[in-house]
Nanobody
Framework: QVQLVESGGGLVQPGGSLRLSCSAS????????MAWYRQFPGKQRELVVR???????IYADSVKGRFTASRDNAKNTIDLQMNNLKPEDTAVYYC????????WGQGTQVTVSS
């Protein structure tokens, strides 16, 4: 069974930084692409950034210039570096593997508050 495990969430003040990590139990190439999503209370999950096997990352407009995603195919991990965090970034962040059998992590809470 494929497992995606996120880590790195927490509480941070506005303007601060956090780094999220997602570790996959299988090769990242098992998926067509990896992605980070987030979910606000009472809302549907929304795409934060998509990391295809090859090519450019695709970021949501709301995080461009502040968030940077990376993938390490050798370690089967993806990271999300979040800088200049804002209260409106407060959400549960999910790692997602796209493919024939899509997979989701359990989510990690990010809270931006003073």
């Amino acid at each position: 069974q494929v497992q995606l495990v996120e880590s790195g969430g927490g509480l941070v003040q506005p303007g601060g930084s956090l780094r999220l990590s997602c570790s996959a139990s299988v090769s990242l190439f098992s998926f067509n692409a990896m992605a980070w999503y987030r979910q606000f209370p009472g809302k549907q999950r929304e795409l934060v950034v998509r990391l295809p096997r090859w090519g450019s990352r695709i970021y949501a407009d709301s995080v461009k210039g502040r968030f940077t995603a990376s993938r390490d195919n050798a370690k089967n991990t993806i990271d999300l570096q979040m800088n200049n965090l804002k209260p409106e970034d407060t959400a549960v962040y999910y790692c997602h593997g796209e493919g024939t059998t899509p997979s989701w992590g359990q989510g990690t809470q990010v809270t931006v508050s003073s």
